[in-house]
């Protein structure tokens, strides 16, 4: 099993930054796939995730609004598009998933998730 997040890079304040995560060696359309991200001296919090079909998502308060994720199954390929960045959106970037039997449901703790990408670094600069 295998996710592999990119993406990542250096943007200035209110630019845009789209995260690509591809899965390989899982039934991807039977998992829930979410981003997390991590600063530096801080945990890892909840970013977004999206439900087995595509059709139900969630976002963490910090991104609500600005932050969008999508999924192709038929691709095995979840992107996270972050617009209007800002400083404190800094932090490596990670993809994860979990199996579900719920169509609908995301799970925004971190412990739900069992497989982990390597992580993308995003850093945007004032």
């Known amino acids: 099993v295998q996710l592999q997040a990119s993406g990542g890079g250096l943007v200035q304040a209110g630019g845009s930054l789209r995260l690509s995560c591809a899965a390989s060696?899982?039934?991807?359309?039977?998992?829930?796939v979410g981003w997390f991200r991590q600063a530096p001296g801080e945990e890892r919090t909840f970013v977004a995730g999206?439900?087995?079909?595509?059709?139900?998502?969630s976002y963490g308060d910090s991104v609500e609004g600005r932050f969008t994720i999508s999924r192709d199954n038929a691709k095995k390929m979840v992107y996270l598009q972050m617009n209007s960045l800002k400083p404190e959106d800094t932090a490596v970037y990670y993809c994860?998933?979990?199996?579900?039997?719920?169509?609908?449901?995301?799970?925004?703790?971190?412990?739900?998730?069992?497989?982990w990408g390597q992580g993308t670094e995003v850093t945007v600069s004032s």
């Open positions: 994860a998933s979990y199996s579900s039997f719920s169509s609908i449901r995301v799970s925004t703790a971190s412990d739900t998730y069992y497989y």
């Open positions: 060696g899982l039934p991807f359309s039977a998992h829930v």
């Open positions: 999206v439900s087995r079909s595509g059709t139900s998502s």
